[in-house]
């Protein structure tokens, strides 16, 4: 099967029959899979137990080998020891089987022996056009055909549903099935795709996104093998709003490392990753109570109705409201007061001079003034200070009748506001599986512990908010007439790899209409003075070499030089530090330039992810920029409105945006600059990485300027 086609795994998601090779009543992952099977109602006739020891399995009839099924087999789970699972694959193949789900370990995920084993398993489903799944894998299930084939227990079975769960951890989404089973979560499908020797988690990602039953897809991700496909898949998702929630992993080297020993795949780069992910709309979180608090919430949520980024909150303690607050602040949630129109309906029904806040503490009043409560909730629910409303009422561990009809006014309120209702609980409480069966009859999400529900509630805002602004008509594009290809071949020319020179580096530039100050290349102390005086005082001098590329490092820059006697010093100066401190390097001349003022200093970079391709940097500059690490990526293409954002979302952005006195900074013209350099990146050949650094800010209306560049080429 071709990489990067579309596969069509049909008989994994709506297998009509099954047969599972290494069938028994005693081995555990045998008997997990019969179980399941009858949890989830599979037909009992289209299951064919395989194993030469029995005559039969739980009371069905069972053959020596697959060739001996007496039906066609969409789908064979082989659950056999390592060394017969090669042999099992070809026969699957003879018969004529679909797919093959291998929960048998010892493959790559356990050394060069097994790496064989895998590539042997790998070239008889190529040859055979086997659809694999796995191996080393609990396997997957397929609620819609109750097709449970996962090789553990699961006691309640798993929910037919709008969530698709693919996690490259069955340990990990063995426990979410088991989480979700409280919650009343349904999945359209859930996968473990094992070591990957055949479909990978791409295939499954792309079938997700065009699965008409699946809202959310839930993600672990260890590695991605064909990133071209699952960046495809990301794009249809944000096309369809089909949201991806995801938890990557890896994030660590003794991660990293722990990855290779565990699937025999190479963890990814995560920052590249991080800004894919917050270009295409992808939820990131950092645990599995975190994965499934945003996936409840997204599951029985309308992201429509968050017109605002903001929440109100009731609750029925004083405590609570501090707390509430606190969190909020600490997680960036806004919690804007009521205005003055509501406010006067609100403390009216409550009949209290006490504080009237956000949050709102409603004490007893829904036992003590049912219908007040009521009437204060729709005031405060339709006020148009809130984006989206949050409640914590009454959490008996059970709730009775009157309860219930409390939770669905509330609801049918709160809704008939037009905003999205969230239910939250203090803590992780131990309450009865009936709360969870009375959200879900309502279809409105109950999160557990205020930190995590609240969390998830800023991710929801934040994607409502990213899909309104991408929504809007595109920027400007970002089209433009391209250098000349022959002046490109002309600059990459008789490189071999490494930096590039200082004059091609600065062609280069210029070809792309990436601002940089004005510069000339010397070769003496005089042509130095001479220029110096053409340009106007005060001046800088550094050396140009490709094996000097942080000049500063090593002395080999100059402050302002004012006099001609200065410039002259100065070159020699900068020549001996740089002989003394990288003897041997090659030195083309002395680069002199004249001084630029601005606002302030930025960094633009390019780098080569070798999964994503280029990824550019946008950052606070100077001399500090690694100890600040104020910078923002994306990866490549994008667009104008890009730019701009990626501005916009520095923490230290208040340095060149004028303020206590300060001009602002030329934000359009910084913004075109990066546009300008991105464009560079994705046409030029052979680019790995690209630093400028500084970039002068100048007040509005009079542009950028580059200070320093480096373009290093790909050996």
């Known amino acids: 099967m071709s990489k990067g086609s579309k596969q069509d795994i049909s008989a994994l998601t709506e297998p ?32 064919f137990p395989v194993n030469p020891k029995y005559r039969e399995v739980f009371g069905l009839p069972c053959y020596p080998n697959i060739k001996e099924v007496p039906a066609a087999v969409d789908l064979a789970v082989i659950a056999v020891p390592r060394s017969f699972v090669v042999a099992a694959a070809r026969e699957c193949g003879e018969k004529g089987v679909r797919a093959i789900s291998v929960i048998s370990s010892g493959f790559a995920e356990s050394g060069e022996e097994g790496r064989r084993r895998q590539d042997e398993l790998r070239a008889v489903s190529n040859s055979y056009n086997l659809l694999v799944l796995g191996p080393n894998t609990l396997g997957h299930v397929a609620p819609r055909t109750g ?37 009343r979560i349904g999945f359209s499908f859930g996968v473990a795709p094992g070591n990957e020797a055949g479909l990978n988690l791409s295939d499954y990602l792309s079938w997700a996104i065009d699965d008409p039953e699946t809202r959310v897809v839930a993600l672990v991700i260890e590695s991605v093998r064909e990133p071209a496909k699952f960046r495809q898949a990301l794009e249809r998702a944000w096309q369809l709003r089909k949201t991806i929630v995801a938890l990557r992993l890896g994030t660590s080297p003794k991660a990293k490392r722990a990855i290779t020993s565990h699937t025999g795949s190479l963890a990814t780069s995560g920052e590249a990753w991080d800004a894919l992910f917050e270009q295409k709309g992808v939820v990131g979180v950092y645990n599995l109570d975190e994965l499934m ?190 250098p000349d290809p022959m002046r490109l ?55 140009s070499s490709v094996d000097i590329p942080h000049r500063s490092d090593i002395g080999a820059v100059t402050g302002a030089l004012r006099t001609a006697q200065e410039v002259e010093a100065a070159y020699e100066r900068v020549l001996k530090k740089s002989r003394e401190k990288k003897p041997g390097a090659r030195i083309d001349g002395v680069i002199v330039q004249p001084m630029v003022k601005g606002v302030g200093e930025m960094i633009l970079g390019v780098s080569r992810d070798v999964q994503l391709g280029p990824v550019i940097l946008v950052g606070i500059g100077g001399i500090f920029v690694e100890v600040l690490k104020d910078v923002v990526l994306k990866v490549l293409p994008i667009d104008l409105r890009d730019c701009r954002e990626m501005i916009d979302r520095l923490r230290g952005k208040a340095l060149i945006m004028g303020t206590r006195g300060r001009p602002r900074g030329d934000l359009e013209a910084l913004a075109r600059a990066i546009l300008a350099l991105s464009r560079l990146a994705s046409e030029a050949p052979g680019i790995e990485e690209i630093d400028l650094n500084p970039v002068i800010v100048r007040p509005e209306g009079e542009g950028v300027a580059a200070v320093d560049g480096l373009v290093v080429l790909l050996q």
């Open 147 to 183: 097709a449970l084939l996962w090789s553990a227990s699961l006691p309640r079975g798993v929910e037919r549903g709008g969530l698709a769960a693919i996690f490259q951890s069955s340990g990990m989404l063995n426990l979410f099935f088991a989480m979700a089973s409280q919650r």
């Open 293 to 482: 608090e945003t996936a409840v919430l997204l599951l029985s949520s309308d992201l429509g109705r968050i017109q605002k980024s903001t929440l109100g909150l009731i609750t029925v303690s004083g405590g609570d409201c501090s707390l509430l607050s606190d969190i909020c602040e600490r997680i960036g949630l806004s919690l804007p007061d009521l205005e003055a129109e509501s406010r006067s309906v609100v403390a009216a029904e409550l009949k209290k001079n006490s504080f009237l806040g956000n949050p709102l503490d409603v004490e007893d009043l829904l036992e003590s003034n049912t219908e007040g409560f009521y009437r204060s909730l729709k005031a405060f629910a339709e006020s148009p200070a809130f984006g989206l409303i949050g409640c914590r009422l009454g959490l008996p561990q059970k709730p009775g009748e009157r309860m219930r009809e409390s939770y669905r006014r509330v609801s049918e309120i709160i809704l008939s506001s037009g905003k999205q209702p969230v239910f939250l609980s203090r803590a992780s409480e131990q309450l009865d599986q009936e709360w969870f069966d009375l959200f879900s009859s309502l279809n409105v999400p109950f999160l557990l512990e205020y930190e995590k529900g609240l969390r998830a509630t800023r991710k929801a805002v934040e994607l409502a908010e990213k899909q309104k602004r991408l929504s809007e008509t595109r920027a400007e594009s970002q089209a433009e007439k391209g």
């Open 489 to 543: 071949g002309e600059i990459f020319a008789r490189q071999n790899g490494g930096p590039l020179p200082t004059r091609e580096t600065l062609l280069l530039f210029r070809e792309y209409g990436i601002p940089f100050v004005r510069t000339e290349i010397v070769s003496s102390a005089k042509e130095a003075a001479e220029i110096a005086a053409s340009f106007g005082y005060p001046v800088i001098l550094k050396v």
């Open 16 to 47: 009509g029959t099954v047969a599972v090779i290494g069938a028994s009543e005693r081995g555990h992952y045998p008997r997990s899979i019969f179980q399941n099977l009858s949890l989830g109602g599979f037909r009992r006739e289209a299951i």
